[in-house]
């Protein structure tokens, strides 16, 4: 079946609305692409949830099944409301009629580009779930993917000097680098395989991909955070060492532990940049680099703790009990036992130089 022209696009808004994925508060109960018969593409997002509502999880992987607030205002919207775009008047949206209809009452116009971007849209979500009509944010940000949103404003006959793509970007004031950053800026946190490919989606195929070596986390948090993936952009140097070296940009894939609260805070942890890793030893070293010594040395304590268990009980137990080899190894666990404990003391004494 050939994919209908609009369909990345369809598909991108409805991954995009909510960085926090399928239970966040923006992500569409369902949402639907398609073609009517007069040949207008049209793409409907229905958002139902004026109620709580219970999402039961899988009881295999021992998930919890959790209860999702409600989104949409039930006296403004009593059944909910629709954001609807054709390819002919773009964006606009209308409340349902019933519980289970699937058709708004009447249609008002968004004041967004007709491709709009999916942050453009975003930021209008929570004045029209309150049923603020009256002051939503104007947006004129287009939706921009190489290959792909030339291709659909090419065919909803939108000038050139007014997209979002080509040669004429540097006329609106915006260049191949900012789109990049907006890209990546509007996805602070990608906890779903949709949000990132939407993500990916927008971003040049030649791009190089990088993973960063550590977990991030605020220290002593992450026993009882979330994890989601941090996407960032960081400064590259390709075909290094020759004469071809040019500076571009990548895309880096960082693992974040976020706390367990509302999605602003979480973003807000998602997108620190002097977040350490999580864990003793790589943490010691990134404290003890930047001379933060009390710190520092405290994780190496801990290290040397972790060493004990090592040596003391995972190596000991595949000896002899008793055997030379066995009390070697408590003699050694005992010796850094003792280290460990002289190293967290000197923490809450050396001071850096200044």
Same mark, same amino acid.
């Given at each position: 079946m050939t994919e209908l022209p609009h369909q990345a696009y369809a598909d991108l808004i409805a991954d995009s609305l909510d960085p926090g994925g399928p239970s966040g508060p923006y992500a569409p109960d369902e949402y639907l692409a398609e073609r009517y018969i007069d040949g207008t593409l049209v793409a409907t997002y229905y958002f139902r949830r004026t109620q709580p509502r219970r999402v039961q999880r899988d009881p295999d992987l021992r998930e919890l099944d959790v209860v999702l607030e409600p989104v949409v205002d039930a006296k403004a919207w009593p059944h909910g409301l629709t954001l609807y775009w054709t390819s002919s008047e773009g964006w606009q949206y209308g409340p349902l009629? +019933? =519980? /289970? =209809?699937? #058709?708004?009452d009447w249609h008002e116009p968004l004041p967004v580009d007709r491709l709009a971007s999916p942050g453009a849209l &975003? +930021?209008? #979500?929570?004045?029209?779930?309150?049923?603020?009509?009256?002051?939503? *944010?104007?947006?004129?940000?287009?939706? /921009?993917? *190489?290959?792909r949103s030339a291709q659909l404003a090419a065919q909803l006959a939108l000038a050139p000097q007014d997209a979002a793509y080509g040669p004429e970007e540097e006329a609106v004031g915006m260049t191949d680098a900012d789109r990049l950053r907006a890209a990546v800026a509007a996805v602070p946190m990608a906890?779903?395989?949709g949000q990132l490919r939407a993500l990916l989606e927008q971003l040049p195929d030649e791009m190089s991909l990088w993973l960063d070596d550590h977990h991030r986390a605020l220290p002593g948090e992450s026993d009882h955070d979330a994890l989601t993936v941090h996407p960032s952009l960081v400064g590259v140097v390709s075909e290094a060492g020759t004469e071809a070296a040019r500076k571009e940009h990548g895309l880096m894939l960082t693992q974040v532990y976020v706390p367990r609260v509302g999605e602003e805070e979480r973003a807000a942890?998602?997108? &620190?940049?002097?977040? *350490? *890793?999580d864990g003793e030893h790589a943490r010691a070293a990134y404290f003890l680099e930047r001379g933060e010594l009390r710190p520092g040395l405290k994780d190496v304590a801990q290290s040397l703790m972790d060493l004990t268990y090592l040596v003391g009980e995972v190596a000991a137990g595949y000896v002899e009990t008793g055997s030379d080899?066995?009390?070697? #190894?408590?003699? =050694?666990?005992?010796?850094?036992?003792? +280290?460990?404990?002289?190293?967290?003391?000197? +923490?809450d004494k050396v001071k850096a130089a200044q």
């Open positions: 009629g +019933a =519980e /289970y =209809e699937d #058709l708004a &975003r +930021a209008l #979500l929570p004045a029209l779930f309150a049923g603020d009509t009256e002051d939503l *944010p104007a947006s004129t940000d287009r939706w /921009y993917q *190489p290959g906890g779903t395989v942890v998602a997108t &620190r940049s002097d977040l *350490p *890793p080899a066995h009390q070697a #190894l408590q003699v =050694e666990t005992e010796r850094i036992t003792q +280290a460990a404990a002289r190293v967290s003391k000197l +923490a």
